[in-house]
């Protein structure tokens, strides 16, 4: 009787073993499908992230040198701007906190366990903030005293540092089509640094002060990659919770430390008694003024937002690659709309900074194909077994 009763638990030991490898390949074919749907979700994402950034990028830079062409002079205003547009952020935030946001559940407990505590987060954004605050000032020299082509070009030199700080800050990986990439860019500017005639090519510029604009878009350059790779370490490390909602707060948090510098600077300075007659002089009217520097404020938020989506839906580095393609953009609107002038060198350097780009994206293509085959022979053997 004992051992007919051993027969029978066997048997139901077994059936049951069946019965969960079945359903563990049902799960595993259910979630192949789910692996293309992420896939979707992923390109999507980033695909709007860097819409948001070439867009708002390209169309802030365009404002912000119609800022200084119809009269504006304040670069401590310039740089206020850049970060002041935040309050147009707690709408998606509110839609966002309302409509998007999960319910509480025992995951986000644990996430929000292992999250970073609000002094430390305070201490990050406060750090951030002021690194943003000094960068904006870089940049709003090198605007002033540069062409706005030869300027967008210069900022190409950004994917360069970031290449340097990802791989000492993010243990980034370089490959030939990498390394190619950042050749070509820097030949790019160094065709730039050499032309006799690429940086004083506007009347209205000193001639003295190019050199203080090619120095100061350089180090805002620098400057700006390695906000990209800190951020990237702190999304990686510290927050760890990769959401919209995250970009947002973070987005909203540091540009208010940002404003609050950029406004000490500007009352320290006595720049803001100089605003009043800036008004009055500006060359399209006050009511222009007040809108040119409201819609730089607008864009420059968009394009900080796609900047920290693309952080960390992808890396600092490919953000900065979607970036740097945008730059090529703002010289042709520039002949446009400022009658800059388009040499050869010019033209030259630019078609170097487009091959270096498509070098970076054909490097990408790569990987993103190997991981493709990597799934399915990890898909392949899992339905072997």
Excluded at 60 to 83: F, H, I, P, R
Excluded at 277 to 285: A, D, K, L, S, T
Aim: net charge negative; with cysteine.
């Amino acid at each position: 009787m004992g051992e007919i009763q051993e027969v029978q638990l066997q048997i139901k030991c077994q059936e049951s073993k069946e019965v969960s490898a079945k359903s563990g390949s049902d799960e595993s074919e259910s979630t192949s499908p789910m692996k293309g749907s992420k896939r979707y979700n992923w390109w999507l994402r980033v695909t709007v992230y860097a819409f948001l950034l070439i867009s708002g990028q390209s169309v802030a830079t365009l404002l912000g040198e119609l800022y200084y062409d119809k009269g504006g002079n304040s670069k401590w205003m310039a740089t206020l701007v850049q970060s002041a547009g935040f309050p147009f952020l707690f709408i998606p935030l509110i839609v966002v906190k309302v409509y998007l946001s999960p319910p509480t559940s025992s995951t986000t407990t644990i996430t929000t366990e292992h999250s970073a505590s609000i002094s430390t987060l305070a201490l990050l954004y406060i750090s951030l903030g002021v690194l943003i605050a000094g960068n904006g000032m870089l940049y709003s020299y090198g605007l002033l005293y540069l062409p706005v082509s030869t300027y967008s070009l210069l900022c190409a030199t950004q994917l360069v540092f970031n290449a340097t700080f990802s791989f000492f800050i993010n243990s980034q990986k370089f490959s030939a089509f990498i390394f190619n990439s950042l050749i070509l860019l820097t030949m790019s500017v160094v065709l730039l640094a050499i032309d006799p005639d690429g940086s004083s090519n506007s009347t209205t510029i000193p001639e003295g002060k190019n050199v203080i604009g090619f120095i100061c878009t350089l180090s805002a350059s620098a400057g700006y990659s390695l906000l990209l790779s800190l951020t990237e370490l702190i999304f990686r490390k510290v927050i760890k919770n990769e959401t919209i909602l995250a970009i947002l707060e973070m987005s909203i948090s540091t540009s208010v430390v940002s404003t609050c510098t950029c406004l000490v600077g500007l009352f320290a300075s006595g720049d803001w008694r100089r605003l009043k007659n800036e008004i009055n002089e500006y060359g399209e009217g006050g009511v222009s003024y007040v809108m040119t520097l409201v819609w730089i404020a607008v864009t420059w938020q968009v394009s900080y937002v796609g900047l920290l989506g693309l952080v960390f839906e992808a890396s600092s580095l490919f953000c900065n690659v979607i970036s740097t393609l945008g730059l090529p953009i703002v010289p042709i609107f520039s002949v446009i709309f400022f009658h800059d002038k388009l040499d050869g060198v010019k033209i030259v350097a630019m078609l170097l900074s487009l091959w270096g780009f498509v070098s970076y994206i054909y490097q990408h293509y790569l990987d993103d194909c190997k991981a493709k085959e990597t799934r399915t022979v990890h898909d392949q053997n899992e339905e072997k077994r």
